[in-house]
């Protein structure tokens, strides 16, 4: 079941990508209004990862992650019509539940993953669902990319040559119409599955599945925000080298077309990462090290993209997957190591670190045009992989401690 579900986080999450070339193109937006679309849906974790903390202490996990799956249904059923109907503000409130669903889920089911066996192999646990999560995030722009923005190069050139306001606006009320039916069926669909999650048997997993160091919750807050931190650079490079990686390509001039798919690449290079860690953790190395290992790529793939041009450039940024890939499954069992009873908290916190899926990709949007965005690129990436491996060289001294 646990399969299904991360596929299903890697569908709807990696739809992002090719949503900012939908949005702008139906909203008539620009790029930093396009890329609310990324940071609504991962705000959505910041606001609400503590409170579905609270929500899973009385609901238990299994119908709160029924209640998350339903909450993404509705969300989805939301951005379909107030999509279709090129009203952009509640669209952005549809992702924002749909983000809501997704934060609820995540709370319970990755705390759930690293303790449900030994923690020092947590991140080989996360790593094979990942598989599934990858998978589903390759399948995403893939399919958006046929259902919805199929031809989109020659219907932007269209709008561009329409003789009047009115043929322009007939031409974008036709486009948006594409995405209605799939997200409705989208949101029937994962109705159904709430339904069945919530009636599926799940082991309980007991308070000393990740036993304690003792500390109370302020003793705790250290690590919590370390890990915080983590997450929140984490999910900002993978959001870029996923989600920002077709308006990377359009900073080359390259065809609308052929970047719809480059988040897909991006997907491809993440599941070879994944499986490479799955082989890896921790048969040969351990999870904080492969995490080393993986920050440091990051920086060398980062530098390549910015001293490259076109598509030897892109090909960096699509290989940023391979080193992200690993990241997320080493961090969070790192992040929630021996906090006890306080470990649904401690993924609370690393949750809402989700965050910086929102902040730094902005940052990109609001920068690119004024110092070049392979520049802009290159100096937010770095900063925060050096973090990253930080955090990896100190979490392994931690451990032998």
Not at 32 to 47: D, G, Q
Not at 174 to 202: D, N, Q, T
Not at 314 to 343: D, E, H, Q, S, Y
Request: glycine residues 10%; aromatic residues 14%; hydrophobic residues 55%.
């Amino acid at each position: 079941m646990f399969c299904g579900l991360f596929a299903i986080f890697g569908f709807v999450t990696w739809l992002n990508g090719p949503l900012i070339t939908f949005s702008k193109l139906a909203f008539s937006l620009n790029d930093v209004e396009a890329f609310f679309v990324p940071s609504v849906f991962y705000l959505s974790y910041f606001f609400l990862a503590l409170p579905s903390a609270f929500i899973l202490r009385k609901t238990g996990m299994k119908a709160g992650m029924a209640l998350g799956l339903l909450a993404m249904a509705i969300g989805a059923a939301g951005f379909g019509q107030f999509a279709s109907m090129r009203l952009f503000p509640p669209t952005l409130v549809s992702l924002f539940v749909i983000g809501a669903g997704l934060s609820l889920l995540q709370t319970a089911s990755n705390p759930y993953i690293s303790v449900l066996g030994p923690i020092e192999s947590g991140a080989q646990r996360i790593a094979l669902l990942g598989i599934f999560n990858k998978l589903a995030g390759a399948a995403a722009p893939v399919v958006i990319g046929t259902l919805i923005l199929n031809g989109i190069g020659q219907m932007q050139a269209q709008v561009d040559a329409a003789p009047t306001t009115a043929a322009r606006e007939l031409l974008l009320n036709a486009f948006a119409a594409r995405i209605h039916l799939p997200y409705l069926l989208m949101g029937a669909f994962l109705a159904v599955i709430a339904f069945v999650v919530y009636k599926s048997p799940l082991p309980n997993i007991s308070d000393d599945a990740n036993p304690g160091t003792g500390k109370g919750f302020w003793a705790a807050v250290p690590q919590m925000f370390f890990g915080f931190l983590a997450i929140f650079f984490y999910v900002g490079v993978e959001v870029m080298a996923g989600d920002a990686v077709g308006t990377y390509g359009n900073g080359f001039n390259l065809p609308l077309d052929q970047t719809k798919f480059f988040t897909t690449f991006t997907m491809v290079t993440m599941l070879v990462g994944y499986i490479c860690g799955l082989i890896a953790i921790p048969r040969f190395v351990s999870q904080e090290k492969y995490l080393t290992f993986s920050a440091v790529l990051g920086i060398l793939f980062s530098i390549g993209a910015f001293l490259t041009k076109g598509y030897t450039s892109v090909a960096f940024v699509w290989a940023l997957g391979f080193a992200n890939a690993m990241m997320w499954p080493a961090i969070f069992p790192l992040g929630i190591r021996g906090l006890g009873k306080l470990t649904e908290f401690g993924a609370a916190f690393l949750v809402m670190g989700i965050i910086g899926g929102a902040v730094i990709p902005q940052l990109f949007a609001h920068l690119k045009d004024q110092y070049g965005f392979q520049l802009v690129f290159l100096c937010l990436m770095v900063p925060c992989y050096a973090y990253i491996l930080l955090f990896g060289l100190v979490a392994g001294r931690r451990s032998k401690a």
